[in-house]
């Protein structure tokens, strides 16, 4: 089945920096690619995702690149603010709609 | 994007009974639903793909028959947990996929089994 990696598993950045977090998978037959923000407490929340026929996307401050070749993906968060202290997941998606999360990435960013 | 609801937000019970989870797709139908269960600190596991009207599948390692899947209708599922222990308190969080591929998750339910 699809395994979904993900690194850092802790990340803290100035507030204006940058923020990368990385995954990598499996199963090449994954399609879809969402990333999710959870806070202390609630469930995860769709933040921006990005489908196999796309290389990048981006929405305001947030992009999302794929290389299905390498199996990569990454989420880069620009301007980060302290609202953005949260952990991050990325997941893949199978064919069968099953939606397989990374271990994710607490980050932290500092005012 | 689109709403899922769960119910109860967090819920204690004792050793020995059964809590029922409910999950509901707001507005949108939802053929199929998914359940995790989420540690301290850790990531989410699924733990069951719940079908409208058939039986749901679990993922290994996951006891059908302690935790109970229903999918009666295209907008609610529920799951129960029965006979609860200690080792069962967990955060758990439903999902709804819509147009096959997008997911969207309620906000979780917090069990404490005492």
């Known amino acids: 089945g699809e395994n979904v990696e993900q690194h850092p598993s802790t990340l803290s950045v100035q507030e204006g920096d940058s923020a990368v977090i990385k995954c990598t998978y499996s199963d090449s037959a994954s399609n879809y690619f969402p990333w999710y923000k959870q806070e202390l407490g609630k469930g995860p929340q769709l933040i921006i995702d990005?489908?196999?026929?796309?290389g990048e996307k981006k929405d305001q401050r947030i992009a999302v690149t794929l290389n299905k070749t390498a199996k990569h993906f990454s989420l880069h968060i620009t301007e980060t603010q302290p609202e953005d202290s949260a952990v991050y997941f990325c997941?893949?998606?199978?064919?069968?709609?099953?939606?397989?999360f990374g271990a994710g990435t607490r980050l932290f960013v500092k005012a | 994007g689109a709403v899922v609801s769960q119910h109860p937000s967090w819920v204690i019970c004792k050793s020995g009974t059964s809590v029922k989870i409910e999950c509901r797709s707001l507005?949108?139908?939802?053929?199929?639903m998914f359940w995790y269960r989420q540690f301290p600190k850790q990531s989410l596991m699924l733990m069951a793909t719940?079908?409208?009207?058939?039986?749901?599948?679990?993922e290994q390692g996951v006891e059908k028959d302690k935790f109970l899947i229903n999918h009666a209708s295209l907008t609610l599922s529920t799951l129960t947990v029965t006979s609860a222990h200690p080792e069962d308190s967990s955060f758990y969080i439903c999902?709804?996929?819509?147009?096959?591929?997008?997911?969207?998750f309620g906000q979780g339910t917090r069990l404490t089994v005492v």
């Open positions: 990005i489908r196999s026929n796309v």
């Open positions: 997941a893949a998606n199978t064919g069968g709609f099953k939606t397989i």
């Open positions: 999902s709804a996929t819509r147009l096959n591929t997008e997911a969207f």
């Open positions: 719940s079908n409208e009207g058939s039986k749901a599948t679990y």
């Open positions: 507005d949108f139908q939802a053929t199929t």
